[in-house]
């Protein structure tokens, strides 16, 4: 009795095994009889991946693995070997001093150069909108008056100071009851900061595509100030390639391994300082809904300017460094006492022309 219940347990093992089983002929001579040749594997498991070979005719390949696979290493195929000497210096270039001040720094980041375009270009777009519009007396419109390079810097420190004084609308900074911050008032009234943000412009109109047109770009309008930021900021870099990498997975104590683009992989070990540095900037980031997406964006690239003007700053300081608070405080005050010399000398312009 009891070697029939054995015999009948290895039999249904036996038909168990057959059922994971799969085919595996020596060669293509072997007939259809080899059926007593049965090799039992582990369950597979079937992953699309794309071979990444610089042949003309690459196409998606299949990639099977086991769960129960021996131990493999990261194959670092993909790191490219240097194809130049590079003789310059790496890493921060200083052309200032350890006496340098904080508005040094920023000025390098945030230069004439893309100041005078946001002058240009803010200045042609409220003409067009001024022309194109019927314009009633009781629109803020009627108050426009061309935007100079140092008003449109103090517009870029009234963001600044938003990123640290944190309220929910632009209008509660203008509030005139107990709660109210006398500091927005005197670098701007509300009416004209509201009319600069509103025209503020990079990219000529007449030269971007309406949506729904086959040339239609989205990021054509923030485009010029992404190009002065790489411009500012140089790298030059060739570690990563397209080509593959084998990566092992853990899971149910199984090993598994697959195949995954070299530059992937690479990303995924370095979005830890990519994380540091989001963490950084979104400290003293005013990001407010805007109607024009474009400009949310090009808020956020100037604030990341300045984010990298305290960092070089700190490369380059010798002495103990200030806070990140302290330095962008330092420029805003920079950047008021400059503005608040040039209204006065045009308050009394404006008093002496009235009383004559």
Known sequence: MYSGRKDDSKAMDTKKKRTKSSWRPNSTSESDDSSSKIVPVSKRRRIDVFDTSSSEDSIPCSFICSATSASASINDIGEQENLFSFTEGTGPQPSLTNKSKPIDYFNLFIDSFLLTLMVHETNKYAEQLIKSRKITQRSRMKLWKPVTLLEIKA?????????????????????????????????????????????????DNKECFPPGHEKYDPC????????????????????????????????????????????????????????????????????????KYWKKITFHIIARMVLNSYLFYKEVSKKKPMTRLEFTSSIISEIEHEWMQVKKQHMVVYDYLKKK
């Not at 009851?177 to 009234?189: C, E, Q, V, Y």
């Not at 990563?240 to 070990?269: F, H, L, M």
């Open 155 to 203: 517009f870029i420190a009234v963001l600044l100071e938003m990123g640290i004084t944190r309220r929910p609308t632009i209008f509660s900074y203008w509030t005139e009851n107990s709660r109210s911050i006398p500091w927005f008032s005197k670098m701007f009234s509300r009416n004209r900061f509201q009319l600069i943000y509103q025209c503020f412009h990079l990219v």
């Open 220 to 291: 054509l309008k923030f485009m010029p100030i992404v190009e002065h930021a790489n411009r500012v900021s140089k790298l030059i870099s060739t570690h990563a390639s397209n080509d593959n990498t084998i990566v092992i997975k853990k899971r149910n104590e199984n090993e598994r391994s697959g195949a995954k683009p070299y530059i992937g992989d690479s990303y995924d070990s370095y979005m830890r300082g990519v994380g540091k540095s989001d963490k950084m900037l979104y400290v003293y980031l005013d990001e407010r809904r805007t109607v």
